[in-house]
């Protein structure tokens, strides 16, 4: 459904475009991840994407970007927030940089000699995505949505836990009702490939193709608090996992039904075009936050308990906020300490920005 329908082709409302780039290494460079230890790649199953959606409301606009890996040094965050910033026009605190949790990623979080050449080219790579998004920007509605995805994902110290299965949609629209873009947000590592030596950008990679299978336009995820997560009930002890031979088709498992359900959540969405967008960033805590419209937007470089995006979520019960973590990209076995400050002054500023 589309709100405020008599001016929705109001060029100075809501805007909307998108733009993506293959950030895939070359085959021989390493992969790394969480569980199975640096190896050299010798393939591509299919290729890590850089996503960008540039959104704009009357004079204000953001870049939303996902990257499809499971994380990047503050250096190589910072740089990439900088050109994305410089080629959309916008301050740096307009740039909200995710990623996947790609568990088949390259080393970006370290300083490594091999990938020094590829770090200092990916910026200008996200650069020249963004700039396609600008040059797509287009009369849009937007809409999001809080739903569940259960029983697909459980907590690593066993069943029967809460706030695993929460998910939400950010629906981006054409005034015909085609899709722009969809930011999906849900906690679960991308770790089910194992220890492949194909570049693939896992479940997410998969979920985000369906999505744009089935119309929704470019489809970006970010990884929501997730460092006591893992896929299907792959948890501590398990004798008798699921999905354990970790195949193409397990990947596909996890994807499809994650695009079945965003999916499922966009089109419910109420569309709206009299969008607010804004911003905050806070450097003692280290947190960003946005408002796009109804939907609310946090993120941390560190990683965190899925308890984090809870306690958020709690205590604005009214608002459909977006929650994600472990931009540094922080091993299973990094500690990792509930960061109360942190949700404290994030649910300060996502107050100040409407959220409740």
């Known amino acids: ?44 199953t299919d290729d890590l994407l850089a996503k960008v959606a540039v959104l704009e409301s009357a004079t204000t606009r953001v870049a939303l970007v996902s990257l499809d890996v499971w994380g990047v ?19 740096k605190d307009y740039v909200w940089l995710t990623v996947t949790g790609n568990g088949t990623s390259p080393p970006l979080w370290r300083d490594e000699a091999e990938y020094a050449n590829y770090s200092a080219f990916l910026p200008q790579q996200i650069a020249g995505a963004t700039r396609v998004a600008i040059a797509a920007l287009e009369p849009a509605s937007m809409g999001s949505t809080g739903t569940l995805l259960p029983d697909v994902s459980t907590f690593v110290a066993g069943p029967g836990r809460p706030g695993n299965a929460a998910l939400f949609v950010l629906a981006i629209d054409r005034a015909d009702g085609s899709g722009v873009a969809r930011l999906v947000n849900y906690a679960c590592p991308a770790t089910i490939a194992g220890p492949a030596t194909n570049w693939t950008a896992d479940y997410p990679g998969y979920a985000a193709w369906a999505l744009e299978q089935n119309g929704g336009g470019l489809a970006l995820f970010t990884q929501a608090p997730s460092y006591d997560i893992r896929p299907f009930d792959w948890w501590d002890g398990n ?20 695009a079945t359900q965003a999916a499922n959540g966009a089109a419910e969405t109420t569309q709206r075009r009299n969008v607010v967008v804004d911003a905050r960033y806070d450097d003692v805590a280290g947190i960003h936050v946005m408002r796009i419209g109804d939907a609310h937007f946090l993120s941390t470089h560190r990683p965190q308990p899925n308890k984090f995006a809870r306690r958020l979520r709690r205590e604005l019960p009214h608002s459909n906020t977006f929650v994600a973590a472990n931009l540094s990209g922080a091993m299973f076995d990094a500690k990792v300490t509930f ?18």
């Open 339 to 356: 960061d109360a400050r942190a949700i404290r002054r994030g649910m300060a500023l996502l107050a100040e920005l409407g959220a409740s």
């Open 1 to 44: 459904m589309v709100l405020e329908t008599a001016g929705k082709t109001d060029p100075g409302l809501f805007r909307a475009g998108a733009g993506r780039v293959v950030i895939t290494p070359p085959v021989g460079f390493a992969i790394d991840g969480p569980e199975h230890g640096l190896r050299k790649s010798t393939g591509v």
């Open 73 to 91: 040094s503050e250096w190589l965050a910072d740089s990439i927030k900088d050109v994305t910033a410089a080629a959309a026009g916008i301050e």
């Open 239 to 258: 004798a008798a996992p699921t999905h354990a031979g970790r195949q193409p088709e397990d990947v596909q498992a996890m994807g499809l039904l994650l």
